[in-house]
């Protein structure tokens, strides 16, 4: 008998994996800004009304930023240990580029004087 097919695919997982990670080093960095008052954070968000809103959205985006380092990082160390660096070509290098760059032309200018 197959086995049945899983209900998310792999990758969805790790994508909400990485954006569970993200949304907890959001929740630790911007307690960390607030607790060490980092540019007086706490007081513009602990006295001032409204202030939470500012704490909800140091939250959020500091999840997407950190959830999406942390996809970047996960999605790079998928890749096979045989999966170097590519080189380009070869070819010697013959000092001049394709097509005689490196050639001065004189190019007439006119003055933008009416």
């Known amino acids: 008998m197959p086995d049945p097919e899983p209900a998310m695919p792999e990758l969805v997982r790790l994508y909400l994996r ?9 929740l630790v960095f911007t ?4 607790g060490l008052d980092v540019a007086n954070l706490r007081h513009l968000t602990l006295e001032t009304r409204g202030g939470w809103l500012g704490i909800v959205m140091l939250v959020i985006f500091n999840t997407i930023v950190f959830a999406g380092v942390q996809f970047a990082i996960a999605v790079m160390r998928m890749a096979e ?3 170097g660096p590519r080189r380009g070509s070869h070819a010697p290098l013959t000092g001049r ?4 760059a490196g050639v001065p032309v004189a190019v007439p200018a006119r003055s933008r004087r009416g």
């Open 18 to 26: 990485n954006i569970l990670i993200g949304f907890l080093l959001a």
């Open 31 to 34: 307690g960390l800004l607030i």
């Open 81 to 83: 240990p045989g999966d």
């Open 97 to 100: 580029a394709p097509g005689g």
